[in-house]
Each structure stands twice: as C-alpha cells, then as structure tokens.
C-alpha cells in the first residue's frame, strides 16, 4: 500500500460542496487534496437553482466567476399559480443591488469547479473511491482510497478531512447521529424551448396533490419537478403517464402543455428522494462535514446549494486564520465553533424548506399561504427575502409562518364564526404548530427553544 502523501486538507468528494471548498482553501495556499469517484459530467436534476443568497456567498468566497460560461439563466423572483389563479413576486435588492438568483445546469456548474480546481497548483484532484477514514488514537489522520481502475489501496495523511459525499454519503453514519427521512420523491423532466409565463423567474405551481417546480436552466431548457409525497418513489408505467397527462398537465399554465406533453411522450424520467437530514455531526478530531452529507432539506425552495456555501465560508474562514493546519488543538477548536455557530446562517433555509412543503400538504394552510403572499406589501417582500436565502432573520421567518395561519384564520371564519368553522381553524393552528415545532428544535437543540414550542404543543 502506498503511505504517506500528506495534505494540509483532504477532501472527499468533489460535487458542489466539495468543489468549492476545495477552491476556497486552495486559494488561501492551503494543500488540498481531493478525492473524486467520477470526475466525468453528470446527468443531474439537482442543484439547478442557486438563490440569491448562493450567489452572495460565491461572491464573498471570490468565486462568483465560476457562474460564467454556463448559460445560466437569471432568476429574478418567483411566479405563483393556482387553480387558474397566478401573481408574481420579485426578489429584493441586497444592499442597494439587484442580485438574480441563476438557474443552470448541475452537471456544468460541477464540471466547471473541477476544471478551476484542477487548474490550481495548491490542489491535487484524484479520480477513485474513498473506502475508509484512517485513524490514530481516536482522530481520523486521513483516508485511504482506490485510484479509477485500480484495487490497490492508497492512504492519504491530512491535518483535516472534509467529507462530502453528498446525500448518499457511506461517512454519514461514523460521523453523525442524525435519522434520515424522505419527505417526498421528486420526478424531474427537461422541458424543451418552453415559454415562460414569467420570464426569467421560478414558477411553484401549487398543484392537487402536492406542487410542482418550473425553472429555466439554459437559455432552450427549463426543469419540471413534480413531488409525489410519501416515501414510494414513482415508476414508469401507463398509470403514471395518465397521472401526468390527466391530473398535472391541466394543472400548468397553458403556455407550457406543449413541451411538457412533448416531454412526457418521450418519457425522459428522472426520480430522486428528497431528504430531511438535521444537522447532528458527532465530535470526532479530525474530521468534518459539509454539503448533503451533513445536512438536507426539502428542495422545494431551492436552498441547498446555498446552505453548502454559507457552511464554506463559515468553516472555511476558520481553517484560513488557523493557518497551520497540523496544529490539531487549533483545527478541532475551528470545526467545534463552525459546528456550533452554523445554524445562524442556515436556519432559515432549513426551516422554511420543510416548514413549507408541510404547509404545501394542508388545504387550509395552502389556501392561506397563497392569500397571504398575494396580498402583497410586506407579506410578500419579507417570506421571498427568506426564501432567496438575501435574509436569514429566523424570527422574521416564524413571524410570517404563524402570520400565514393566522391570515387563514380569518378566511375561514368568515362571515361570521361558527362552531364548525372554529374547530377547522383550530386544527389549522395545530397543524401549523407541528409542522414547524420539530423543523425549529432540529435547529436549535437549546433549552429555551425546546421549552417554547413544547408550550405551544400542549396549546395545539
Ligand atoms: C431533487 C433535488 C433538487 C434539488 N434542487 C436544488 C436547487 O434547485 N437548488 C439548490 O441549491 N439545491 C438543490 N438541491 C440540493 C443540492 O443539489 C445539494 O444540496 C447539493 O448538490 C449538495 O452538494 P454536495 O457536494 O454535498 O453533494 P453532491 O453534489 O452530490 O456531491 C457529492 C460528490 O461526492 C462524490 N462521492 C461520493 N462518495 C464518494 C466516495 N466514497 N469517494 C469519492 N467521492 C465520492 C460523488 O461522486 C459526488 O461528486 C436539490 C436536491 C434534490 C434532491
């Protein structure tokens, strides 16, 4: 076996996360070495959205360049639509600036990091598997991998290593405590040369039975997500067919039926769970994590590429001021308070991707959030703020979602209350509570936090 190639950093995997990690320490002189299993570009319908947000954060990393050359597509806000029934709302300035959000292809956008961290002389990018995490007296010193082709086994010496094998990651299990759930599957097709209703925006339809996503990702392509809700992926099959055709197609804005009968008539399929992972790393030196593999959300709101871009530069920064990254006492102290300060920048993410796919799942609470989102004004601007990841005020976020049930309320008991209607609004409330009880205490293990929504749950 051959030893004892040592790095400052290793990384293992080079996706989104890993990519720009690398990039980030690289060009800070850190000796990063990367590990990939497939440097070849993918097929992907993940990641095709960056908010705002994300693109703020390449911006502070230095990296925004990474963006050119794609055929991106500016994302300038969201459409909305329902049951006939749309409006539009615009992303807010940041600072004075008007910051587009972009919609692109994942795999161009990933095989555009490789080549800028391959072009880099402090980074060496290896095409193979990481197998395992070598440890010495309970701190992982590294890791060992096979080269493409290979069977041999070669280890990797590091001061850190930062894993990031996305969201089937094999490391997530060593290395942190957190249940994985799937929320929902979703079906994604590429719809060709499709008109818009809202140029240049997203568009969530809030469709029976659950919502469906529209955003262009080039300049002749534009993505359809279609959520099948519950954990039972679904599968080619004339039933699925009938299910598109019949129960989705007259749900879309009609500019769009005909690329996506087209799409559906040439059955291009592609499925992919979507996960809820907290955020639970288990204290081990040496060693950290970043991207999927550490943390998921629903993808509804398009926020995970930006969740991995706040976590770079939050950890990243500490690895740079270290400075010597064999100083193990310094290395841990970093990752410790990266870990500990990590949800300020990604709460509202986490939060209101799921608190939202919840609300998407309960009548009365969909009704009431496509109300109060049209009704405009600060109903709008602030939830889109969030949702475009230029804010992270996580009480602004809570404000609006118990705003959101309460505008319901008032729907509901119109013209007058009745015991009936009283009853429905009640179990709305409840509804909301619990939606978002458990997505706020992943966040905040703290006491007072869990004390609380633990009030508000015997309330509801
Ligand atoms: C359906 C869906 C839609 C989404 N849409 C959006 C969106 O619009 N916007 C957004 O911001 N986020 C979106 N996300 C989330 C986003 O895609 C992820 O947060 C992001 O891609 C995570 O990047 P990553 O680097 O952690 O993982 P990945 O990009 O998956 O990269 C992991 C890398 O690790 C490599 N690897 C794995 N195991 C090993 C090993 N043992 N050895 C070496 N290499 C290994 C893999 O080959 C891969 O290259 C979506 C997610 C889903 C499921």
């Not at 096979?146 to 041999?152: D, I, L, R």
């Not at 996960?275 to 970043?290: C, E, S, T």
């Not at 770079?312 to 100083?327: E, M, P, Q």
């Amino acid at each position: 076996m051959e030893t004892n190639k040592q790095f400052d950093v290793c990384m293992v995997g080079a996706g989104v996360a890993g990519g720009i990690m690398a990039a980030y320490l690289g060009k800070h002189g850190l000796r990063v070495a990367v590990i990939e299993k497939n440097m070849a570009e993918q097929e992907r319908m993940i990641g095709e959205l960056l908010q705002p947000g994300g693109v703020i954060k390449l911006h502070e990393l230095g990296l925004e360049n990474l963006l050119d050359g794609l055929d991106a597509q500016p994302i300038t806000g969201y459409g909305l639509f329902m049951e006939g029934d749309n409006f539009k709302i615009s992303y807010p300035k940041h600072d004075g600036q008007t910051i587009t959000g972009r919609g692109l292809r994942n795999g161009k956008f990933v095989q555009r990091i490789r080549q800028h961290i391959l072009s880099m002389p402090e980074i060496t990018v290896i095409e193979g598997t990481v197998k395992e995490l070598t440890e010495e007296q309970g701190r992982v010193t590294g890791i060992k991998y096979t080269a493409k082709h290979s069977e041999e086994e070669i280890q990797i010496t590091a001061g850190l290593t930062i894993v990031c094998d996305g969201m089937f990651s094999v490391f997530r299990a060593q290395l942190s405590s957190a249940q994985k759930k799937v929320s929902s599957y979703f079906l994604g097709m590429i719809l060709k040369d499709c008109e818009l209703p809202f140029k240049n925006h997203g568009h969530v339809i809030v469709a029976k039975p659950s919502p469906c996503l529209i955003y262009p990702i080039s300049s002749t392509e534009t993505r359809i997500l279609i959520d099948f809700p519950g954990n039972e992926a679904p599968r080619k099959s004339a039933a699925l067919t009938a299910f598109l055709t019949g129960t989705i197609a007259p749900q879309l804005p009609p500019q769009i039926l005909p690329s996506f009968m087209a799409a559906v008539a040439e059955g291009k399929f592609k499925v992919m769970p979507n996960h809820l992972i907290p955020a639970r790393p288990v204290k081990k030196a040496g060693v950290a994590m970043i991207g999927d593999s550490l943390n998921m959300r629903h993808p509804l709101t398009g926020g995970g590429m930006t969740a991995a871009f706040s976590d770079i530069l939050n950890l990243g920064n500490r690895l740079v001021k270290t400075g010597d990254l064999h100083d193990t006492t310094r290395i841990d102290k970093a990752v410790k308070s990266f870990y500990a300060g990590r949800h300020k920048q990604n709460a509202t993410i986490n939060i209101l991707a799921d608190a939202l796919y919840g609300v998407m799942q309960n009548e009365d609470l969909k009704i009431a959030c496509y109300d109060y989102l049209k009704s405009g004004g600060k109903h709008a601007l602030e939830p889109i703020a969030i949702l475009s990841a230029i804010s992270r005020d996580e009480q602004l976020l809570l404000r609006h979602f118990f705003a959101v049930a309460f505008y319901g309320v008032g729907g509901i008991i119109k013209p007058f209350p009745t015991p009936k209607n009283i009853s429905r609004s009640y179990s709305m409330l409840k509804a909301a509570v619990s939606i978002v009880r458990p997505l706020v205490m992943n966040e905040h293990p703290g006491l007072f936090t869990r004390s609380a929504f633990r009030m508000a749950g015997v309330l509801f």
